[in-house]
């Protein structure tokens, strides 16, 4: 998708604090949204950040299947 990924944190909640911090299972956080209006009540997102969130969606199992 033209962008490398990076690891950072994000200064809200997932279920990924479970997977990652209470079982230890390998986590990938990932949205299309700004993180500013993540779990807010102005949640809220670009449609090409969509479409583009769409695809990686799709094509992550892939990837990591192979």
Not at 4 to 14: A, G, I, L, R, Y
Not at 28 to 49: K, L, M, R, T, V
């Amino acid at each position: 998708f033209g962008e490398e990924p990076f690891v950072d944190k994000w200064t809200f909640s997932t279920n990924g604090i479970a997977t990652a911090g209470v079982f230890s299972i390998p986590t990938i956080g990932f949205g299309p949204a700004n993180e500013i209006y993540a779990h807010s009540p102005d949640d809220q997102c670009p449609i090409d950040h969509l479409v583009k969130a769409a695809a990686m969606y799709a094509l992550l199992p892939l990837r990591l299947s192979q």
